[in-house]
């Protein structure tokens, strides 16, 4: 993370955690969060400490190879519109069209213009604030060559939806496997978190199936319960993966313009019932909802209300007015 390690040492380091399953281990994998997130920029919360407090984000750790609309971004703002306070942790595409940093640009979010100190502001006025991984991580760029030169998955691939430099207390997170699924709650767990919720959808999805039943491990008071889930729980029909594929960057913005715009009717429209279920899950882990029903009755109104579209709208003001000042 220093620099101070030769690119063939990384490369080593990488190699011999997975050879001794160190990489799959929990308090391995958590360790090394917390020493991603100590090696990052420091975001300061003196003054937001009950700010602090009710932070929460949604990830996926990508990998899926479905290619869906970008659900927990949409989510996240949702989620912040119907009050919740969502330090959104991203980065740009690795393996799909879309990434949460590349939907956010061409909205005209200056993301990369988002610095430590304007965050809890950020945070405090609006609801919602995206954490750019490469300008909260600049030590990544030591790891970069060797991880490619090694050309294998490495713990690295776990580090995202875990490194969150703000350090949320409640997160949401999904993965493509049900390996993972296990070996992140317990991360979660080790790191102190005072909710979690990690899903699987059974069709391989990293985000709470909008199709069939999705495998969800929930961390509560310290102790991890699994269960499965599915749409009827959330009281919204099925929809088939097909109906919430996206697109590149300028496909999908259109689509989230359309859909904070209200002009999408639920139940019954497949991409807003998928953002809906997904914001559910974050306004449970919140504490804002006391079920998945009650979550998408909050997330829907949060839309239609016009507070969904008034969060994005105000951090990409806020952002251009604080780069301005600067």
């Keep these: 993370m220093e620099g101070r390690a030769a690119s063939f040492q990384v ?14 281990d929990p308090a391995i994998v958590a360790a ?13 919360f003196e003054g937001h400490t009950a700010l602090q407090e009710e ?17 927990s971004t949409t989510a996240a703002i949702v989620a912040a519109g119907a009050g919740c306070k969502v330090a959104k942790h991203g980065n740009k595409a690795a393996s799909s069209a879309c990434g949460s940093a590349d939907i956010l640009i061409k909205y ?16 405090n006025e609006h609801g919602f604030c995206f954490l750019f991984a490469q300008t909260y991580h600049p030590a990544m760029k030591n790891t970069s060559v060797p991880r490619r030169e090694v050309g294998i998955p490495s713990i690295f691939n776990l580090m995202g939806p875990l490194s969150n430099p703000a350090k ?8 493509h496997s ?30 709470i199936s ?37 697109g590149g960057p300028e496909e999908n913005t259109a689509i989230l313009r ?30 804002k909802a006391r079920d998945f029903k009650e979550g998408v009755t909050l997330a829907r109104l949060s839309v239609t209300s016009g507070e969904a579209l008034r969060v994005l709208e105000g951090f990409r003001l806020g952002v251009e007015r604080d780069s301005k000042a600067t």
């Excluded at 090394?32 to 300061?44: D, K, L, Q, Y």
């Design 178 to 207: 049900r390996y993972l699924g296990d070996l992140m709650i317990r991360s979660l767990q080790r790191m102190g978190l005072d909710s979690g919720m990690v899903v699987c959808g059974a069709d391989g999805l990293d985000e």
């Design 108 to 123: 005209g979010c200056q993301i990369e213009n988002v610095e430590p100190e304007n965050v809890a502001p950020l945070l």
């Design 210 to 246: 909008p199709e069939k039943e999705t495998h969800v491990w929930k961390l509560v008071d310290g102790e991890i319960i699994e269960e499965d889930i599915s749409p009827d729980q959330f009281g919204l029909p099925s929809h088939p993966l097909t109906a919430v594929k996206g």
């Design 32 to 44: 090394c969060a917390v020493e991603m997130r100590n090696h990052g920029r420091h975001i300061s």
């Design 258 to 287: 359309d859909l904070l715009g209200n002009k999408f009717e639920s139940p019954g429209h497949p991409i807003l019932d998928f953002v809906l279920i997904n914001a559910a899950a974050l306004l449970v882990v919140a504490g």
């Design 11 to 24: 490369g080593f380091f990488l190699i011999a955690l997975k050879l001794n399953k160190f990489d799959v």
């Design 55 to 71: 932070l929460v984000d949604i990830v996926g750790t990508g990998g899926d190879g479905h290619d869906t609309f970008n659900v």
């Design 168 to 175: 949320p207390k409640r997160i949401v997170v999904g993965v």
